[in-house]
């Protein structure tokens, strides 16, 4: 089932995360699409179920930083955080991944589910500059959900960082 929501056409939602990421994007004015997919293992089986490369799937990953605020980086699927580039950036000697829960915590989304769309607090965006120029697919607030974006239109509505932060 494909869904397509603007902010002139929200989508209703089948579950509470879903309904977040659909508000959120259609009060920014970003045209999300909704995909059911199976249950995935891995971002390669979900890449494979959504018969599009790894690289076009971008990871969201929830960063702690030392003073308890947190991040959003967006990753390719094919490359991996790269601290060091993720510091200099954010200006900080420290940065971690939290535990599961306290992701879940802190965007009210589980882990392979998460986007900054609808998170339940709008921590700052820093997207690896790879994503610019592309249609991506990412977390849609509920498994067995992907939203498909387009890249620049998710950078300008989350009013995100762009830079080299992947390796």
């Known amino acids: ?19 977040r990421v659909a508000a959120d994007a259609a009060a920014r004015g970003i045209a999300i699409e909704f995909v059911d997919r199976p249950a995935a293992d ?6 494979a179920l959504l018969g599009i490369a790894p690289s076009t799937i971008v990871k969201t990953l929830v960063v702690k930083r030392h003073d308890g605020t947190f991040l959003f980086a967006l990753v390719p699927g094919d490359r991996q955080i790269s ?6 950036v954010v200006g900080v000697n420290k940065l971690r991944l939290p ?3 306290i992701a879940l915590e802190a965007t009210g989304y589980e882990r392979g589910t998460i986007t900054p769309l609808g998170s339940s607090t709008p921590w700052p965006v820093f997207a690896d500059a790879r994503i610019v120029g592309t249609r991506i697919a990412m977390g849609a607030g509920a498994q067995g959900l992907s939203a498909f974006v387009d890249a620049g239109a998710l950078i300008s509505g989350l009013d ?8």
Request: zero cysteines; glycine letters at 4%.
């Open 1 to 19: 089932m494909t869904e397509t929501t603007t902010a002139e056409s929200p989508v209703g939602a089948t579950s509470d995360g879903r309904a």
């Open 42 to 47: 891995s971002l390669e089986a979900a890449a």
């Open 83 to 88: 601290w060091a580039k993720l510091r200099s």
């Open 99 to 101: 535990e599961a829960a």
């Open 160 to 167: 995100a960082t762009v830079a080299d932060i992947s390796d």
